[in-house]
DNA sequence: ATGAAAGCGCTAACAG
DNA sequence: CTGTTAGCGCTTTCAT
């Protein structure tokens, strides 16, 4: 690897200059020239090591997500993805895996790295974000907020949604109206959830009795809602609050032939990848690569210097439904 | 942000010592103690950019694929994330799009940040990779080898299951079976395409009017099948070369009503999140974890000194069928 | 516009 | 076992 020394020696000029070179500083044409020829001819790559170290920060941000393996999350993180490359950062993207202790360290990373920000999916509201944000290192929350902090955010109205989805199953005929939502400490699990309990506190129906606690996960939403359909009294419907769960819920549904509308559907986000359209099912839509591009922009606003207060965008979801 | 010499100071000893101590090497209990305690009470985490540039490599690993949104290729992210993680190293995933200059771009950074190594499913087969090998970096070739250079490679046999299943269509009875396969560049687009080839040589098919370049994306399995069946003598089956391509083809077999097995259907890759099964389809099942986990495997073995020749890992795939 | 020189924070000889 | 010291490669005053 050729260094900024030795591209000088060969263009005859000092370090400096060709460090101007590359930074796009004021220097004369011809120097311009040969320090351009020198560095083609070294094959010369500035080091980013180097640079980072002298400078405290780098043109990197750090995106982190609870689960890889869920579209929601990867469309999102194309949206990041496309901002942040137009403005010359690039991303890594970590996968916490809900996990408190990985994301710790990937946090730690973000500032043992000096990366220029970071945008994080909470694993659970138990996430501390103050560390960064106390030594100067913006931080945009996606998706979820972490309690802890005044931290800028971005996400949608997940009780609205949660509530809207619901009703829209009330309105459709149905009554005992089941919940599947995901962890007990996840913001969107309990939201999503307080939304279909607000929408069912009209009834007689025992809130408890019919929802059910999960992981977000295709697994968890098979398990919930095998175990709901072997109440005594079974749900006539069920809100599922996202994606994946939906997916598993449907496969439970599908295998034991009660289809909707048979038992009633509604989803918090998109199946992924379907194929057989559901006709009689409602649905959230979420805006998941919007997200990631609003949160994005905020992250390089503070990144370049803005100090207005901290701000929360909400994003507004849309329902369909049969 | 504290270093090593305010903690020394803090400590009484050298800063060589504190450097010790977070570095595992000899040093005595109560100095230990010492620099443990007053590392607590300034906070202190080592700073890696600057222990990058001193030591000239980093704990770090970049993971760079084409398509982050494809199921396949986040589960193979897993698999490699889960291994590196295990050996103290983070990874960054890298999304090249398929585009040829957001992944040099990729490989640069991984250069100039000195990163230990790399794993890279390519765009396509003009990729170079020499550039990092030629400066020491360790490469692993995973799912699709780079045509340029002799680099370690895992992928799984891709012409073999092309045939395999095309052969499994011929033995259901299909005769005009199709193909649609990915992007004329790229390794594996060849390969399934030339397996199916393999299957069809001996009858009298029209390979080249029944085959279509396509692009691994669900639009485009719609696009393809949706031209197929358009043919004067459309198909009476498909073979499909990947698992997005097949969503998309199913999705147009649905709204033809002209599923599986009046239209016969093979994929190559599992379909993602499904929720009814479809019954009559064939399947070649890809070990896309484990991809995932012997490319980091044998990446590690790699940084740490491996100077073997180079090898390729051919994993197993198994086909299903109705 | 250009060069000299001082670090960014850490690690690895080298001495002791 | 411990301290001193010299860089890793780059950017950025400060002079010129």
């Given at each position: 690897?050729?260094?900024?020394?030795?591209?000088?020696?060969?263009?005859?000029?000092?370090?400096?200059t060709?460090?101007?070179?590359?930074?796009?500083?004021?220097v004369?044409?011809?120097?311009v020239?040969?320090v351009?020829?020198a560095a083609?001819?070294?094959?010369?790559?500035?080091?980013?090591v180097?640079?980072?170290?002298?400078?405290?920060?780098?043109?990197?941000?750090?995106?982190?997500?609870?689960?890889i393996?869920?579209?929601?999350?990867?469309?999102l993180?194309?949206?990041?993805?496309?901002?942040?490359?137009?403005?010359?950062?690039s991303?890594?993207?970590?996968?916490?895996?809900?996990?408190?202790?990985?994301e710790?360290?990937?946090?730690?990373i973000?500032?043992?790295?000096?990366?220029?920000?970071?945008?994080?999916?909470?694993?659970?509201?138990?996430?501390?974000?103050?560390?960064?944000?106390d030594?100067?290192?913006p931080?945009?929350?996606?998706?979820?907020?972490?309690a802890?902090?005044?931290?800028?955010?971005?996400?949608?109205d997940?009780?609205?949604?949660?509530?809207?989805?619901?009703?829209?199953?009330?309105?459709?005929?149905?009554r005992?109206?089941?919940?599947i939502?995901?962890p007990?400490?996840?913001?969107?699990a309990?939201e999503?959830?307080?939304g279909?309990?607000q929408?069912?506190?009209g009834?007689?129906?025992?809130l408890?009795?019919?929802?059910?606690?999960?992981?977000?996960?295709?697994?968890?939403?098979?398990?919930?809602?095998?175990?709901?359909?072997?109440l005594?009294?079974?749900?006539?419907?069920?809100?599922?609050?996202?994606?994946?769960?939906?997916?598993?819920?449907?496969?439970?549904?599908?295998?034991?032939?009660?289809?909707?509308?048979?038992?009633?559907?509604?989803s918090?986000?998109d199946?992924?990848?379907?194929?057989?359209?559901?006709?009689?099912?409602?649905?959230?839509h979420?805006?998941?690569?919007?997200?990631?591009?609003?949160?994005?922009?905020?992250?390089?606003?503070?990144?370049?210097?803005d100090?207005?207060?901290?701000?929360?965008?909400?994003?507004?979801?849309?329902?369909?439904?049969?």
């Amino acid at each position: 690897m050729a260094t900024i020394y030795e591209v000088a020696a060969m263009a005859g000029v000092s370090p400096a200059t060709v460090s101007r070179v590359f930074n796009g500083q004021r220097v004369s044409p011809e120097r311009v020239k040969a320090v351009r020829e020198a560095a083609d001819a070294l094959a010369f790559t500035p080091n980013r090591v180097a640079r980072t170290l002298r400078r405290q920060n780098s043109e990197v941000v750090a995106l982190v997500i609870p689960d890889i393996e869920n579209p929601f999350f990867t469309a999102l993180a194309r949206g990041v993805e496309d901002v942040a490359q137009a403005a010359g950062f690039s991303v890594v993207l970590c996968n916490s895996d809900g996990d408190h202790a990985k994301e710790e360290r990937y946090l730690d990373i973000s500032l043992s790295e000096n990366m220029a920000g970071v945008i994080i999916a909470a694993a659970d509201d138990h996430t501390h974000v103050r560390r960064l944000l106390d030594r100067g290192r913006p931080v945009v929350a996606v998706d979820r907020g972490p309690a802890d902090a005044q931290v800028d955010t971005v996400r949608v109205d997940n009780r609205g949604g949660g509530a809207a989805a619901t009703r829209e199953l009330l309105a459709r005929g149905y009554r005992r109206i089941a919940c599947i939502t995901g962890p007990e400490h996840v913001e969107t699990a309990i939201e999503r959830r307080a939304g279909w309990a607000q929408a069912m506190a009209g009834t007689d129906l025992d809130l408890d009795a019919y929802s059910r606690w999960s992981d977000f996960r295709v697994a968890g939403g098979r398990a919930a809602m095998t175990e709901l359909l072997e109440l005594p009294e079974p749900p006539d419907a069920v809100f599922v609050a996202n994606n994946l769960m939906s997916v598993g819920a449907l496969q439970v549904l599908v295998e034991q032939r009660r289809l909707p509308p048979e038992i009633g559907l509604a989803s918090f986000g998109d199946l992924p990848f379907s194929t057989f359209a559901v006709t009689d099912m409602t649905v959230v839509h979420l805006p998941a690569r919007n997200l990631g591009m609003t949160a994005a922009r905020m992250l390089l606003d503070r990144i370049s210097g803005d100090t207005e207060p901290v701000r929360t965008v909400v994003l507004s979801n849309s329902l369909t439904s049969p």
